[in-house]
């Protein structure tokens, strides 16, 4: 049976094509794996630093915010009691990238990525981060998205909401579209969510059988679908190992956008990215747990907290010797310092920060200061979301609404943040260690008190009264060695006796 010779010819070159088509993949991978290999070499070599030690606080401290893990509670309630205004560096948190040209500061907290370490003092900079569950992470991102959104529902179109942003920001106020990653998650289901108001409108009654937030299509983008958008992918999945490794699309690194999308294309080469993240989070000062709330908060504030707060009292040490000095000068400046305040003003907050500066904080008060803080942060915080979620009503989040998501969508979160779920792990282990090592300390330093303690007692006795109470210590124990002996003996003549 012949062939029809045009089939054949098709078939010849199908297979051609099927050829060319595996060995452009083949060189495509070889490329990619090249990419990502350099780039992990050139991290680690970047990153030996064996002199430096990590326990100890440098004179810079960077906070590399991970979103939706918290870290607003302890900018807000533990950085912003124990650094001044004026020791913050400039535009942390209000743009995207941090002006690297006015470097006298001692505090940057940012959503920036890793790669910002290029442009800081390496050697004289300490970072901490906060890790939290990759699920519970992808799911808060998801209910923000949708929370900051709904806010501008309370205009009429989706033209009037984008004006009014621009105005806002023309004013130099700082909005959360300034902010990485918000600046592209927010605007993208803004523009969602008026659709989906727009569509209602013109179907006129809508009625919602289903109560489950995650999945009301009428009202927003379902959760499931959510996760599979080319956003979702390039910004949310693995999210804490790129902003740990710096290769976010905010990262400051020219390669970081290839090597990034080699590895969401490739699954097998991300193990050399999170090898890089677990050592970046090995270097760190600090390493919290979103979900180990209590006990993060505690080894901040013994790790962290307490070098800040010796920091304190060394600097005003040298202050007041200075002050003794030259007290023609005080005057001067205490003059000035009223006319600036009175310019300036002061707040609450203002004067929790000059406890901390004065050098009467200690971590005790630091803790009760952060336990208040909190407390009103977050029902200042929950406030505002149950206000601007009630324009998409009945949709709402709580912690109950979250064992409504399906546990297949728990597992697609899992597959997607594959990355994540090893870092979370790994940064478990840190936070045991650590937490461990702090105990320990207390424990040793408790004990080191106890016998200073009893020393002091003993050394402020006269000689008569410390012999007199050695005698009696002596005499209360030749008793009770006889009361054994006595007891013994009895045992034993009730024995024979039997």
Known sequence: MHMNPILKLALVWLTLLGSVIVSFAELEFGHCERVVKRWADTSTSREEHPNKDKRSLQD????????????????????????????????????????????KCKLLATHDDYSLMSKLPRERTSV?????????????????????????????????????????????????????????????????????????????????????????????MPLHKYLDTPTAHDIIHNGATFQIAGLTNNSHLSEAHEVRHCVQKYKNLGEPVLQVAKRRLDSMLY??????????????????????????????????????????????SESGSDKSEIQNGTSEVASNKIEAKSGNMTVKTLMEVYEGCIGHLRKSQGTR?????????????????????????IQQIKSLNNLDVELYKYAKEIFAKEHELVVSKKMVSTSKRSIVDLQNVFGEMEGEKLWKLVSVALMLLLLFLLFLFVNARRRITSKVKI
């Open 60 to 103: 810079l401290l960077f906070f590399l915010h991970v979103p939706r893990t918290g870290g607003r509670t302890y900018f807000h309630c533990f950085l912003r009691k124990l650094y001044d205004n004026a020791q913050e560096c400039p535009r942390s948190y209000d743009k995207l990238h941090f002006d690297p040209r006015k470097q």
């Open 128 to 220: 901490m981060t906060i890790v939290r569950d990759p699920v519970a992470r992808v799911l808060s991102t998801y209910e923000f998205s949708v929370e900051v959104a709904a806010r501008f529902l309370v205009h009429p179109n989706l033209t009037s909401a984008t004006r009014m942003s621009g105005r806002i920001r023309k004013n130099n106020v700082i909005s959360t579209l300034d902010i990485w990653p918000w600046k592209y998650l927010v605007p993208w289901m803004r523009e969602d969510l008026f659709a989906r108001r727009d569509a209602r409108k013109l179907k006129g009654v809508v009625i919602i059988e289903d109560d489950n937030p995650y999945d009301m299509e009428e009202m927003l």
């Open 287 to 332: 390493v919290g747990l979103t979900e180990e709330h209590r006990e993060s908060a505690s080894l901040f504030a013994n790790v962290v907290g307490s070098q800040v707060l010796s920091q304190v009292v060394t600097s005003n040490a040298t202050a007041k010797t200075k002050t003794t000095k030259s007290e023609a000068s005080v005057t001067v």
């Open 385 to 409: 979301r149950v206000n601007s979620l009630k324009r998409i009503s009945p949709a709402n989040f709580t912690r109950g609404t979250r064992t409504r998501v399906p546990n297949e969508v």
